[in-house]
């Protein structure tokens, strides 16, 4: 009896070994140790595009996509969220968007399956690697494989062949396509049935003339978007050849249209431009400053634009350049003649061009020796002056009214106008970067120099003058700019340069005037400024033109280079209050005289206000309209006609004054 009882206990054990927690379709665990059990199920399913469950057999058709998706159960069968799910399938029958997903909150975890044109069955399998709760190692749990059957998609209607060629990198060719020995291309066909849709994985051949060009592959298959690709390499031989493309579709032969190049040696030039002067301003070869050497390139390419080295290239001046004493420097020497340079490995030759002792356009043509037709000619290169001339160079301030002083004799340190030269030659070119300008001033302090950059395509600089010191007794001072310059002429013959008999504009020699208001020069006072050619005869009138800061009888009828350009720019040292004084006062209006201490301009920018206030008995409040709103930049007092909107009878106006320091001075006017 007890024999018995032990082998119905021994068949029992057994028979519960081999149904080892069931369902293999679900899914294996594995630990890597023995005698573990099922911690987890993954189970996979094939789905339409909607998330609609295949029915079996699973047949997938090219042309449409499908969802391969894993759900993941723990050991109670409740779904396992945020998991990482790995996917595998036969690449050559399907491709997946993603290698792996996380699943949802149901545990589902879905990928894009998109079948190839090919046919063929194969499986969707899936796998993760699964830590149970409370377990230390992670089990791999592996879902069985879901199969599937792949139908290719045949093409409808009769399919159509698009090819183009492309450079290296993709780019489309422009016509006429030219392909360039020594480089590389690209045929890319399109493939599309007749409904547009792209034909995948069909095999297209490609051809052209084995003499001109090879292709590799001569054949490729098209991908997801009907697109094939192979490479064009041009051999040496230069002609006319064509690409074209065939395939097979439904055993049917189509083949796409013929595409043309050219194939051109990379050694023959095409094209010759002019690439660049610089500068492209230099001045005459007697300046005493600036730049008189511009180095001038041209570049010879060939049809591609690549630059063409080991060509000789001839280089010309215009005659109009050579007779301005303009000459080319090679080697250190100075020639009019043509030279004939070799274009080195980018193309390019580069040449130097002096300048010479008048100011003139100048114009370099660049020949190609194999090819006269090839020519180019550099443009915007210019011979200036150099030199500035009185009547083509100005000074200014920003402001020219500064508020400095409280009022009377004293001043508000510190106070700061900027001061902008301008400078220009004879014929109002720009002079050149670098040259130094002198700057002094009656009152306050001024930097001593500037020194001259081209901004905005015109030379100029800038100085500070800051306030210090004593005011002026009238409020008016004066700041003088200088440096060495030409007197201005009038070039009757057109030849850029001064000849005997020409009229010209004569200087004398240049002062600081101590007193800005002052008509006439003081040798008592005023401050002769040394330099340049002085004389001593009286100073003609030129075109009704008077140089200004000049004192009297220091000319010398005679024209000359070297004489001091004076630029003088009147400020005045305005106080802070105003003093108004009223005119034409009358029910409608009233006129307003607005000026410092000293019956100058107030600071410049200072703001004008009016209001109007009433008696209870007035039953409408006039408006007040000015004629301006500000004082202007300048030195002298300004007028302000104020107006009313009614009558202004038994009513006051108060007329307030501003300046940019916040300075208030008000007056009241009643009528």
């Given at each position: 009896m007890k024999y018995l009882k032990f082998l119905f206990v021994l068949l029992t054990a057994s028979l519960l070994?081999?149904?080892?927690?069931?369902?293999?379709?679900?899914?294996?665990?594995?630990?890597?140790?023995?005698?573990?059990?099922?911690?987890?199920?993954?189970?996979?399913?094939?789905?339409?595009?909607?998330?609609?469950?295949?029915?079996?057999?699973?047949?997938?058709?090219?042309?449409?996509?499908?969802?391969?998706?894993a759900q993941a159960l723990d050991s109670s069968g409740k779904p396992i969220a945020n998991q990482v799910i790995t996917f595998t399938t036969d690449s050559t029958l399907v491709t997946l968007a993603a290698a792996t997903a996380l699943t949802d909150s149901t545990g589902v975890a879905s990928v894009k399956m998109t079948p190839l044109s090919v046919a063929g069955a194969g499986s969707v399998g899936a796998s993760m690697s699964y830590t149970a709760s409370g377990a230390t190692t992670a089990t791999t749990i592996t879902g069985t494989a879901a199969s599937y059957q792949v139908t290719p998609s045949a093409a409808t209607g009769t399919p159509t062949l698009s090819l183009a060629l492309t450079d290296s990198s993709g780019v489309a060719l422009s016509t006429p396509r030219t392909f360039l020995t020594g480089s590389s291309y690209k045929a890319k066909v399109t493939v599309l049935d007749a409904t547009s849709a792209p034909i995948s994985n069909l095999v297209v051949n490609f051809t052209t003339d084995a003499t001109l060009a090879t292709i590799s592959p001569s054949s490729a298959l098209t991908d997801a978007n009907g697109v094939a690709t192979v490479q064009i390499v041009p051999l040496t031989l230069t002609g006319a050849g064509s690409v074209q493309a065939s395939a097979s579709v439904n055993g049917a032969s189509y083949s796409s249209s013929a595409v043309s190049y050219q194939v051109t040696s990379a050694s023959v030039a095409a094209s010759l431009s002019f690439v660049s002067a610089t500068p492209t301003s230099i001045v005459v070869s007697n300046a005493s400053t600036g730049t008189k050497l511009s180095t001038v390139v041209f570049k010879l390419a060939n049809g591609q634009g690549v630059g063409v080295s080991g060509q000789s290239v001839n280089l010309s001046l215009n005659a109009q350049s050579i007779s301005a004493g303009v000459a080319f420097v090679v080697n250190g020497t100075t020639s009019t003649g043509v030279q004939t340079l070799v274009t080195d490995q980018n193309g390019l030759v580069s040449i130097n061009v002096a300048s010479g002792t008048?100011?003139?356009?100048?114009?370099?043509?660049?020949?190609?020796?194999?090819?006269?037709?090839?020519?180019?000619?550099?443009?915007?290169?210019?011979?200036?002056?150099?030199?500035?001339?009185?009547?083509?160079?100005?000074?200014?301030?920003?402001?020219?009214?500064?508020?400095?002083?409280?009022?009377?004799?004293?001043?508000?340190?510190?106070?700061?106008?900027?001061?902008?030269?301008?400078?220009?030659?004879?014929?109002?070119?720009?002079?050149?970067?670098?040259?130094?300008?002198?700057?002094?001033?009656?009152?306050?302090?001024?930097?001593?120099?500037?020194?001259?950059?081209?901004?905005?395509?015109?030379?100029?600089?800038?100085?500070?003058?800051?306030?210090?010191?004593?005011?002026?007794?009238?409020?008016?001072?004066?700041?003088?700019?200088?440096?060495?310059?030409?007197?201005?002429?009038?070039?009757?013959?057109?030849?850029?340069?001064?000849?005997?008999?020409?009229?010209?504009?004569?200087?004398?020699?240049?002062?600081?005037?101590?007193?800005?208001?002052?008509?006439?020069?003081?040798?008592?006072?005023?401050?002769?400024?040394?330099?340049?050619?002085?004389?001593?005869?009286?100073?003609?009138?030129?075109?009704?033109?008077?140089?200004?800061?000049?004192?009297?009888?220091?000319?010398?009828?005679?024209?000359?280079?070297?004489?001091?350009?004076?630029?003088?720019?009147?400020?005045?040292?305005?106080?802070?209050?105003?003093?108004?004084?009223?005119?034409?006062?009358?029910?409608?209006?009233?006129?307003?005289?607005?000026?410092?201490?000293?019956?100058?301009?107030?600071?410049?920018?200072?703001?004008?206000?009016?209001?109007?206030?009433c008696p209870s008995t007035v039953t409408t409040t006039p408006k007040v309209t000015l004629s301006r709103g500000k004082t202007p930049d300048s030195i002298y007092p300004v007028t302000v006609a104020v107006s009313f909107s009614d009558s202004a009878a038994s009513c006051t106006l108060s007329f307030t004054v501003t300046t940019p320091a916040g300075s208030v001075t008000t007056g009241t006017y009643k009528f």
């Open positions: 070994a081999a149904c080892g927690g069931g369902g293999g379709s679900a899914g294996t665990a594995s630990s890597g140790s023995s005698g573990s059990t099922t911690t987890a199920t993954l189970v996979v399913t094939l789905t339409d595009s909607s998330g609609a469950a295949l029915a079996t057999p699973h047949t997938l058709k090219a042309g449409l996509f499908y969802l391969a998706q008048l100011p003139t356009p100048v114009l370099v043509t660049a020949t190609a020796a194999s090819n006269s037709s090839l020519t180019a000619t550099s443009v915007g290169l210019a011979v200036t002056n150099g030199r500035p001339t009185q009547l083509r160079s100005s000074i200014a301030s920003a402001p020219l009214s500064v508020e400095a002083s409280p009022g009377g004799t004293s001043i508000i340190q510190g106070v700061q106008a900027t001061i902008t030269v301008l400078l220009s030659d004879r014929m109002g070119n720009p002079i050149p970067a670098g040259t130094v300008v002198n700057l002094i001033a009656s009152h306050g302090q001024i930097s001593g120099a500037c020194t001259v950059a081209i901004v905005n395509s015109a030379s100029q600089c800038t100085a500070v003058w800051t306030s210090a010191a004593a005011r002026p007794s009238n409020g008016w001072f004066t700041v003088l700019a200088y440096l060495d310059g030409e007197e201005d002429f009038v070039d009757a013959n057109g030849n850029n340069q001064y000849d005997l008999g020409e009229s010209f504009y004569d200087e004398g020699q240049a002062y600081l005037p101590k007193d800005a208001k002052a008509s006439a020069y003081s040798a008592a006072t005023d401050q002769p400024i040394a330099g340049g050619t002085i004389g001593t005869a009286a100073c003609a009138v030129t075109n009704s033109t008077v140089i200004p800061y000049m004192i009297p009888n220091t000319c010398d009828n005679a024209w000359t280079s070297s004489i001091r350009v004076r630029l003088g720019v009147t400020m005045n040292w305005s106080s802070s209050y105003a003093t108004l004084t009223s005119s034409n006062s009358s029910t409608s209006g009233i006129t307003i005289q607005v000026a410092d201490d000293l019956g100058n301009a107030m600071p410049s920018n200072s703001v004008l206000t009016g209001s109007m206030s």
